[in-house]
């Protein structure tokens, strides 16, 4: 049985997560969202929050769980069994961040393997950053997220949704 993560900060969770999470649940056996406990970061979300979001967004898929995880990646997937990190590639300055997580996750733990999706083309200019950088100045973020979080996110600075 092929155990993947999928981890992350989802800070928040945008719609270019949410396709690689539907995507990557129909290629492995189980899916662990692993959101991180990134204390030191300034996250918009807390931890609880972020976790609970997801969950929301993906309740229907049977293969799938979300967990918190702090410390190393490598160490986290010994404690659950996994063997698969799922991310997403969204253009050629993602690449060399991320080949040189992949391939020192890899020195750590050989058993360890990285698996890249693409993005799907409407996601590829997307981040979190992004996302909270609209939003801090009330811009439209309605495109970037699930609708349920856009008031969620928006309240976080002190904004409400403008109505047309
Ligand atoms: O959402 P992000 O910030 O792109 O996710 C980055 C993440 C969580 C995948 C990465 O920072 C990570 O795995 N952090 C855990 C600590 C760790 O294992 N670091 C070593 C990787 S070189």
Redesign the pocket.
């Known amino acids: 049985m092929k155990r993947a993560i999928y981890?992350?900060?989802?800070?928040p969770l945008t719609l270019g997560h949410m396709d690689i999470i539907v995507r990557s649940a129909r290629i492995v056996d189980e899916l662990v969202v692993?959101v991180?406990n990134?204390s030191a970061?300034n996250s918009l979300f807390s931890l609880e929050e972020r976790v609970s979001m997801i969950k929301e967004m993906t309740a229907d898929i049977p293969n799938l769980s979300v967990a918190s995880?702090?410390?190393?990646?490598?160490?986290?997937m010994k404690e659950i069994n996994a063997t698969i990190?799922v991310?997403g590639l969204r253009a050629v300055t993602d690449f060399e961040y991320e080949l040189?997580?992949a391939q020192?996750?890899h020195v750590?733990n050989p058993d360890v393997e990285t698996i890249f999706l693409t993005t799907s083309l409407q996601y590829s200019y997307l981040s979190?950053t992004i996302v909270k950088e609209f939003a801090s100045y009330g811009g439209d973020i309605s495109k970037f997220v699930p609708e349920r979080f856009i008031d969620r996110i928006y309240q976080k600075y002190g904004h409400s949704r403008k109505t047309v």
Do not use: M
């Not at 995880?69 to 986290?76: E, M, N, P, Q, S």
């Open positions: 981890p992350g900060s989802f800070d692993g991180l990134n970061k995880f702090d410390g190393l990646l490598v160490d986290y990190i991310r040189q997580i020192t996750n750590e979190s």
